[in-house]
């Protein structure tokens, strides 16, 4: 997909980031200049008139837009990384690759699986990698393409059990703008791709055995299977979640990849807010809070059961 900018001016246009200005203002190297600020310049993408943030900037004959806006108007990403002075302008829309029937993929089974955390074109991600025994690395399609890599054209691969879509790190490598830094941390432990921190944080700690909420009714697990937890209550940690991510065109539903008991499952999650009262400045207050209200779960992958079937098939 490609944009056309239409600016009535006369002038030459350039871009100014100017929405980074106290990151700017603050760091050595800054030049004093006379400008003016033009409101009466009107700006039209793809041929409709587009309000900024801020008016344009004419400075020697040039006009300078904010970046950022420039950026939203025509659907890019734009990031500052204040301690080295970069603008990162990372283009976000590509044609989707067709869809590969599944026969037609490699296959490759769940080896060491990790969540970690990727920083790319200035901005920090959370991946899950499933590393092999043998030393290869694979990084989830979903994961690149969040990342804005054009995924087209490499060679994919898909998990035996979850049938996720992965490609190797040395395929990605083809497609890659700049080398990822990839690392690994208590807190990017779980794949959580859920870009409301408050939702993401309740993901990153559901467990299947979490008390309930106080104040909720208890539904007993044999007569529904609807359950209410707490994120702040947890009594024990076992098990491991990898990843959650939100099931598309489903609203406040996600799909969890767990490993508990020798067993990988897949868990369907749904957040619902739950208001509570809080004090604050001596008052009380109702805030709101999400919690997971629902889950069912799937079994994926028993490992004892297919190590019987591989070693003791008698």
Not at 26 to 32: F, W, Y
Not at 59 to 72: F, S, W
Not at 76 to 97: A, H, S
Request: charged content about 25%; glycine content about 6%.
């Amino acid at each position: 997909m490609q944009c056309k900018m239409i600016i009535k001016v006369a002038t030459a246009v350039c871009i100014l980031a100017t929405t980074f200005t106290a990151g700017i203002y603050a760091s050595e190297g800054l030049t004093k200049v006379e400008a003016f600020l033009r409101g009466d310049f009107i700006i039209k993408v793809n041929g409709e008139a587009t309000e900024f943030s801020s008016p344009p900037l004419v400075y020697q004959n040039k006009t300078y837009l904010p970046v950022a806006d420039v950026g939203e108007a025509l659907k890019v990403d734009v990031e500052w990384d204040g301690p080295t002075k970069t603008i990162y302008i990372n283009p976000r829309l590509y044609e989707i690759q067709p869809d590969v029937e599944s026969s037609e993929l490699g296959e490759i089974e769940i080896s060491l699986l990790k969540g970690m955390n990727a920083t790319y074109m200035g901005r920090d991600y959370s991946i899950l990698v499933n590393d092999t025994y043998g030393g290869k690395r694979y990084l989830r399609e979903k994961d690149m393409k969040r990342m804005g890599v054009n995924t087209s054209g490499l060679v994919r691969v898909q998990e035996k059990w979850t049938q996720e879509i992965y490609i190797a790190e040395e395929e990605a490598k083809k497609a890659w703008k700049e080398q990822p830094t990839i690392t690994y941390s208590y807190n990017s432990r779980t794949a959580v791709t859920e870009s409301n921190e408050e939702k993401a944080d309740v993901l990153r700690s559901f467990r299947p055995w979490n008390p309930l909420i106080p104040g909720l009714p208890v539904i007993d697990e044999e007569e529904e299977e609807t359950y209410y937890y707490s994120r702040s209550q947890t009594q024990f940690d076992m098990g491991t979640l990898y990843s959650v991510d939100p099931i598309p065109g489903e609203e406040n539903t996600y799909l969890a990849l767990f490993f508990h008991d020798n067993k990988y499952y897949h868990y369907t999650l749904t957040l619902t807010p739950h208001e509570v009262n809080k004090s604050s400045g001596g008052k009380s207050v109702k805030e709101t809070e999400w919690y997971v209200s629902k889950y069912s779960s799937e079994i994926l992958y028993d490992v004892e059961e297919q190590y019987r079937k591989d070693y003791f098939p008698y």
